[in-house]
């Protein structure tokens, strides 16, 4: 089996600071908690900044503070930048982060309701955001919340509209796309190697309750894996996370039950042809 990428995901746009403190949402503070994860064997941070209110923000100006106070921290952790942001943002302001020539973002791939909002990525809106990925040279990891959008990702990468690698996560557990149900996952993984073949790179993130069970499922079928506070924020029932290191030392944990070893970053650097 190839060796576990563990994504962490910090922060996020729905969380509020007010509610969860330890929420990383400062340049200095998400630095810190880069250096923590990836010394606990996280090689890719997916990355969302907030402005000095601690709201979310897709302004250029957060982005480059913490995006260079997180490579100076830890200068060979992968990061992957939204380009999902928050459901108010228009494409325009989704792509900005991408000025930044990171190594990866997200790319979402289909509108849907996000718990009672709705998260809006019509096909005008995933073209441009792919064309602007693909113009910054930066490798998209494929957002999937639901099988039409598998689907749709397989028709952009066979028509040659999506020409780079690419990674896939799915995304199970918001309300609005399919649920974390380990049945899902199982399907979703069984199509997409029919669509894209066998050695397709694919992970989960499972929102909430959905998280861990999820995490342990994929690593058991040699997928990889997302964890952080941007998609829960409880280590146990009833029992909060202290930081997003908890849930990396808990995929470790997970690793070594199913004896498979956790990616260096430029293992995964390879895996991902970055
Ligand atoms: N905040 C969500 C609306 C992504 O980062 O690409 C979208 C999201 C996905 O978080
Ligand atoms: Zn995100």
Redesign the pocket.
């Known amino acids: 089996m190839q060796p576990l990428i563990i994504t962490v995901?910090i922060t996020?746009?729905?969380i509020s600071k007010d509610k969860v403190p330890h929420l990383p949402t400062t340049a200095e503070e998400q630095a810190l908690e880069a250096k923590k994860c990836f010394d606990a064997g996280a090689t890719i941070l997916?990355l969302?900044v907030r402005d000095e209110n601690n709201e979310?923000t897709q302004s250029l100006m957060f982005y480059q503070k913490s995006y260079d106070a997180i490579k100076s921290a830890c200068p060979e952790m992968i990061l992957q930048v939204?380009?999902?942001?928050?459901?108010k943002d228009t494409p325009e302001m989704r792509a900005t982060p991408l000025k930044l020539s990171p190594e990866m973002?997200?790319?979402?791939m289909g509108t849907m309701n996000?718990g009672d909002?709705i998260?809006m990525n019509d096909t005008r809106t995933i073209l441009y955001l792919a064309e602007q990925i693909q113009s910054h040279n930066v490798v998209p990891?494929l957002?999937i919340y639901d099988l039409g959008m598998l689907e749709y990702a397989g028709d952009l990468v066979h028509k040659g509209i999506l020409k780079s690698s690419f990674k896939i996560q799915f995304?199970l557990g918001v309300r609005g796309g399919a649920s974390g149900d380990p049945d899902n996952l199982t399907f979703l993984v069984t199509k997409a190697k029919k669509i894209f073949g066998e050695n397709v790179l694919w992970s989960v993130a499972g929102i909430g309750r959905y998280q861990l069970p999820l995490c342990e499922q994929a690593i058991q079928m040699g997928g990889h894996v997302r964890v952080g506070l941007?998609d829960n924020l409880l280590i146990a029932k009833g029992q909060p996370a202290t930081s997003n290191v908890d849930f990396v030392n808990i995929m470790n944990e997970l690793a070594t039950k199913y004896q498979r070893q956790i990616a260096t970053s430029s293992q995964a650097r390879r895996l991902l042809a970055l």
């Open positions: 995901a996020g746009a729905e997916h969302h979310p939204t380009t999902g942001g928050s459901v973002s997200s790319l979402n996000f909002d998260f990891e957002e995304v941007e």
